[in-house]
């Protein structure tokens, strides 16, 4: 099996780059395309809840807790004061698939698609970051390869095409 492929969706906030990937995701698994996805979170998110078993063994201490049922498994991981896993390590916790598409992460070194919405106001981040190799949007951005925010098949080519192994 090759390795895996990395490509980013970057933007910001409100630009629309959690809507775009689930539409992309659909699309890109239509054509044959294993896909799973990397998404930063803010500092004080949670999958657990107050009251589940899986959270009480957490507040005991527990460094791993692994929840399974018959539709899936989630093993979460407290840090407990160890700094904040980068990139490279979340990406050697996946299984095997043909394209890791990363949402946030974008101080990080792999290729990306910038997600830019005019009416926003915010200003473009290509020209800052050498690593966004395209750009979704609905205005027209300088010298890069373009795609219409709703041209999902153009997206997915352009994902494709920019993808690097992770």
């Known amino acids: 099996m090759q390795a895996m492929r990395i490509i980013g969706l970057a933007g910001w906030s409100g630009a629309g780059k959690t809507t775009l990937l ?3 995701i659909p699309h890109l698994i239509g054509q044959g395309v294993r896909v799973s996805t990397i998404k930063h979170a803010h500092h004080r998110f949670d999958v657990d809840t107050p009251g589940k078993d899986s959270w009480e063994h957490r507040q005991a201490g527990a460094a791993q807790v ?3 049922s018959a539709n899936r498994w989630a093993l979460m991981t407290e840090h407990r004061g160890a700094p904040e896993p980068d990139l490279a390590f979340l990406l050697r916790q996946l299984s095997p698939v043909d394209l890791v598409i990363v949402e946030g992460f974008k101080r990080d070194a792999h290729p990306k698609i910038e997600v830019h919405r005019t ?5 473009w ?3 800052q970051d050498p690593r966004i190799m395209a750009v979704a949007s609905d205005g027209q951005p300088d ?3 373009h795609a219409g925010l709703d041209d999902i ?3 997915a080519g352009l994902a494709l095409r920019f993808a690097e192994p992770g």
């Open 153 to 155: 098949p153009a997206i």
């Open 143 to 145: 010298a890069l390869p």
């Open 125 to 127: 981040l290509h020209p």
């Open 66 to 68: 692994l929840v399974s």
């Open 22 to 24: 689930t539409r992309l």
């Open 119 to 123: 009416a926003n106001g915010k200003p």
